[in-house]
């Protein structure tokens, strides 16, 4: 079988895997967030924590819960790091310092898992399982708790409320996040990846050299479900996915895509169940598949290519993948991690070719909403719905409206705010690194490429994605500095900005369709769903993707 069968094989199946889950899936999460009755030890966390599972919340409540939430995680993963040299299963390392331990503990919180160290020499087993495992879970349940509060808003009338977050928080991660994640692990060890408690010093290995290699191990096979499955991409390893420890098998390397886009995709079935029209989940889940295979096509077509003697020789640009995966396998691993907001590698981006390194940008660039993050890819493409709807209202001279919801000034305002962040982030952030000399020390290249790797970085931790370009040196005060506070605020502004939304379209009413409501069910407005993301990409980020990846190509 060739190499490029053995990648369309991989990538369909894929396809059908998804399709088959999408449904019970789906339903399942809609029971979840729409049912009444409290578990036993759910009722305990709400009495824990001195919340009434009754009451509901206003958006600026649910908001400021969201928040609060999550500065006492931060908070928590800092002092975690800071005294882990105190704690069990250390494995004698020290306290990680703090601007590194500052910007974990947000990217962690933020559900970027942003890594600027090697995860097997800098955090012991406790502070990888206990705090940056836990987040794991309960920052993608933060997202799936935003994307839903949303949902309410579109499906209710005349209400002030939109649910209640410590309910939807607690549901989200014990329902629908633990059993998968436990399930997964159990198979991911089955596959080969480790689960253990081993010190390094205790278990060294001669090597073929002569030489010895000290093995860490430790609970990897429960970090990695969850780091896919809750879309996050922390690697226990700093080789990450690409750590035979991590991902042992091509059959884990697909299992774990699976797992990066299972509940992505599911939640539009769940959207639809919700606002009490299934197509309408339909479309949305046609306009993230049709981005998605459309950059997954991309990606592996300029990863096949082999301009030069090397990659010409042997078929396809292979430095910088791991040949137990292969060339295509590894494209749809880049793409798809990119398109999310999981940031997890099995390759090497930095080594991709120029064209193939601008589609794992270009996918961050698109708001990671195809299908995006567990939660955000979700809330991320009803705003841009909501946008859709709009200029499509002004093209024909009438209010627009989108699931009985009239789309007015406020509203869209919240929307326009809502994607205007990231772009301000990643410029103004790539700016300020390639104007100041700390940012300029951390370039190990120059040129289109070097940008590249300080844009990649930018657009990596404002987008809330994780990934790394590499050939950058990030393990700076400055570079900690900047990229936490790119992912703090591409985190935390746009879920305000859903949140208000979800606010103001709860209050309305529902309008009746009218012979010039734009229809939102049909091929014509998925297509122009994914033609408005793709415009507004192109307009604010061309000219740097002109001077960075594209500039390269030409070159």
Known sequence: MSPTTAGILFLGSLVLALVLVHKPLGDHMYRVYSGT???????????????DPRAEQRWGVYARSVLAFS??????????????????LSLGFGPVKPDQAWNTAVSFVTNTNWQSYPGESTMGHLVQMAGLAVQNFVSAAVGMAVAIALVRGFARRKSERLGNFWVDLTRGSLRILLPIAFT?????????????FWDPAQHTVNTIAGGSQSLTGGPVASQEAIKELGTNGGGF?????????????????????????????????????????????????AVMGLLALASISLTMLFQGMHHGTVPTAVGAATEGTETRFGVLNSAVFAAATTLTSTGAVDSFHDSYTSLGGMMTMVNMMLGEVAPGGVGAGLYGMLVLAVITVFVAGLMVGRT??????????REIKFAALYFLVTPALVLAGTAAAMATESGRQGMLNSGP??????????ASASN??????????????????????????????PIIFVLALAGSLARQGHTPESEGTLPTHRPQFVGMVAGVTLVLVALTFLPALALGPLAEGIH
């Open 400 to 409: 627009p409206e989108y699931l009985g919801k009239r789309i007015g000034p």
């Open 71 to 88: 500065v006492i995680g931060v908070l928590f993963l800092y002092g975690f790091q800071r005294l882990q040299n105190h704690l069990l």
């Open 237 to 285: 390893y700093n080789a990450n996915s690409a750590h035979p420890f991590e991902n042992a098998t091509a059959w884990t390397n697909w299992l774990e895509i699976f797992l990066i886009l299972l509940i992505p995709f599911s939640l539009t079935r769940t959207f639809g169940r919700m606002v009490g029209q299934v197509r309408q989940g339909y479309a949305i889940a």
């Open 464 to 493: 809330n994605n994780g990934s790394a370009f590499a050939g950058l040196t990030v393990d700076t005060v400055w570079y900690d500095t900047a990229l936490g506070l790119c992912m703090a605020f591409g985190r935390f502004l």
């Open 37 to 51: 009755r409290h578990a036993r030890v759910e009722r305990w966390i709400y009495k824990l924590i001195g919340v």
């Open 449 to 458: 490429h070097g940008l590249s790797e300080v844009l990649y970085a930018f």
């Open 184 to 196: 997964a692990a159990i198979v991911l060890v089955a596959g080969g990846v480790v689960q253990n």
